[in-house]
């Protein structure tokens, strides 16, 4: 095998990477780890919402509207009697079932684009002013003019979040594969031969995995908030399903009365969002030493 | 200028991704097949698809962004109307994220790692971590409905002289966006500061004896400023996309409540118009921050 004897030399002097090592450092990170409790109990009740959620988030009672917070309903209930402890633990699932896809794709194609124009140099031109141009206009905005000409469903809120967070992530791997490819371990591997798919995806996009890593965790975090702007204003996920966003929206005509519906689903996305923005902070102590306490 | 082009392009687009014909799907099910063709004429939807948008570039080139299909007036003139809050706000925002993050990131990066360090950034952790909509819900509550301090929605013109109610309308959500963007600028602002306080020169100007506040201030601050100012520059676009959500909480007749209307009444000329509108914007403030950059930092030439 001709690609066994190159060892990549940036593997070397990175001291971690991603594996087994990587779970053992952020063991002992601080940040870390509190980022992955608030982390897990978020994906704690978006996996067990049937079992955690007393009621249906969708069953309607009249005659229970508007009441405070009880030990029979934890958060209170909404405007038509739902359990709002129900829709929020049911929110947890949507938000991150969102979430979840948006950095699923925004890393496929964000690694195809950032590939394309770093390593191949091909349409580099082209691909980055394409990208320019999408980070020039703000995510809220370009979601939302999106999700408005491809109807409110939550498949088109997740391209549209696709769409507006994908740039970001092609414009950081570029950068990174730029300095990659003039690596020795690179030209030792284009010397032997190697095809250049192969050296694109065997050694070089390896070494650039820590951005990416913790360029998708931003891009959770901004998903979960971006996704609860556009249920809040409408043209998110449809009215019907128990999103945070749709909560809020639910929850602003009765502010004054019953703050308890608004207080609520705002706490939830507080609390992942949190989560997610320290575990990415941790994750780029870990990953990125020279960053170490900035 | 090919940050427009591409824009112009995907603007254009916008229209023509709808689910069936554009036209019928504006007007909605109640319009008539005569009201169709109609506005299918009026937008040129008859035409290749090439054509129309050499038509449509054409236009926009002389900054006629068409009009207004709910409206009935050209798109450059309801942008224009309602471009006064939305102004005030971003500049008010601004100042705060200035005002707010950068001190906070000095205070933090000169009192490395004490309580002061550890509790500017955990508020600025969780700034980071709060929907700004919602820190606007909760200052409606606190501030406009339990201490009457503020009004809670609705804003006062400039035409109408009364200065002091301008600023009280549009005091909170400027708060609320600029407060979530300072939280970003104090931990740029503290690690820049940071690099910048290890370096000899700042030893150098500690040892021959300049006061501390001068030797931050001026020495470190003004080599530290130039991702700050990159940021605040970014920030630009997070605080207007940010803008049309917090318009929505505060009920401001504004530029991003325009976006929002016309979303629901499928008035895509405005959404177009709007998007190419603050992404010219998002231009001219880049170039703001590029001159910034050369008088910050005399070392940067523009041929």
């Keep these: 095998m001709i690609t066994a004897r190159i060892e990549p030399a940036a593997a070397r002097t990175r001291a971690i990477r991603p594996g087994w090592d990587l779970l053992r450092a952020l063991r002992c990170n601080r940040l870390a780890v509190t980022g992955a409790c608030l982390l897990g109990l978020v994906l704690g009740c978006a996996a067990l919402a049937p079992l955690i959620a007393p009621q249906d988030p969708n069953l309607v009672r009249p005659e229970i509207r508007l009441q405070p917070p009880s030990p029979s309903h934890w958060f209170g209930t909404d405007g038509f009697g739902r359990d709002m402890f129900s829709r929020v633990v049911y929110g947890s699932r949507v938000s991150l079932m969102i979430g979840v896809l948006v950095v699923c794709f925004t890393t496929a194609a964000g690694v195809l684009f950032g590939m394309l124009a770093g390593y191949f140099r091909a349409w580099d031109n082209i691909v980055m002013r394409v990208m320019d141009a999408f980070l020039a206009i703000p995510p809220v905005l370009l979601a939302i003019a999106i999700v408005a000409s491809l109807g409110p469903r939550i498949s088109n809120v997740v391209v549209s979040l696709t769409v507006a967070y994908t740039p970001q992530l092609a414009r950081v791997l570029r950068s990174q594969v730029l300095v990659i490819r003039e690596a020795t371990f690179t030209e030792a591997a284009k010397s032997e031969g190697a095809h250049d798919l192969l050296i694109a995806f065997r050694h070089v996009l390896p070494n650039a995995l820590s951005p990416i890593i913790i360029q998708s965790t931003a891009t959770l975090a901004y998903a979960v908030l971006t996704e609860a702007a556009l249920s809040f204003l409408g043209v998110g996920a449809p009215p019907y399903i128990p999103s945070w966003g749709n909560e809020l929206n639910d929850g602003r005509p009765y502010m004054v009365q019953a703050a308890w519906i608004t207080v609520f689903p705002g706490i939830a996305i507080m609390v992942c969002v949190l989560g997610l923005n320290l575990f990415g902070d941790g994750l780029r102590d870990v990953l990125d030493p020279r960053l170490r306490g900035r | ?303």
């Design chain 2, 1 to 303: 200028m090919p940050i427009l082009f591409v824009v112009g392009v995907f603007v254009f687009l916008l229209i023509h991704i709808t689910p069936g014909d554009p036209a019928s799907y504006m007007l909605g099910p109640s319009a008539s097949a005569a009201e169709v063709d109609h506005l299918r004429t009026v937008l040129g939807l008859n035409l290749p698809l090439y054509q129309q948008f050499v038509i449509w570039l054409q236009h926009a080139l002389r900054g006629d962004l068409g009009q207004s299909i709910f409206m009935g007036i050209p798109v450059s003139t309801s942008i224009l109307q309602r471009l006064e809050p939305t102004f005030l706000i971003t500049i008010l925002a601004v100042c705060f994220e200035v005002a707010i993050g950068i001190p906070a990131g000095i205070l933090a990066a000169t009192h490395r790692n004490s309580w002061v360090d550890q509790a500017t950034m955990a508020v600025s952790v969780l700034g980071l971590s709060v929907p700004s909509f919602w820190l606007g819900l909760n200052l409606i509550l606190v501030v406009g409905v339990r201490l009457r301090w503020l009004p809670v929605a609705g804003y006062v013109p400039l035409a109408e002289g009364d200065l002091w109610g301008t600023v009280r309308t549009v005091l909170m959500p400027s708060f609320s966006l600029g407060f979530i963007s300072a939280a970003l600028i104090a931990r740029l602002t503290r690690s820049s500061m940071l690099e910048v306080l290890g370096l000899d020169f700042v030893r150098t100007a500690r040892a021959k004896g300049l006061p501390a506040s001068m030797v931050i201030w001026r020495h470190a601050l003004g080599n530290a400023i130039l991702p700050v100012l990159t940021a605040v520059g970014n920030s630009f676009t997070v605080l207007l996309g940010g803008l049309v959500v917090t318009e929505q909480v505060f009920a401001i007749p504004g530029v991003g409540q325009l976006v929002i209307n016309s979303v629901l009444r499928r008035d895509y000329p405005v959404i177009q118009g709007t998007v190419l509108y603050i992404v010219c914007l998002y231009i001219v403030i880049n170039v703001m921050v590029d001159v910034l950059y050369a008088a910050a930092d005399p070392r940067i030439k523009y041929a």
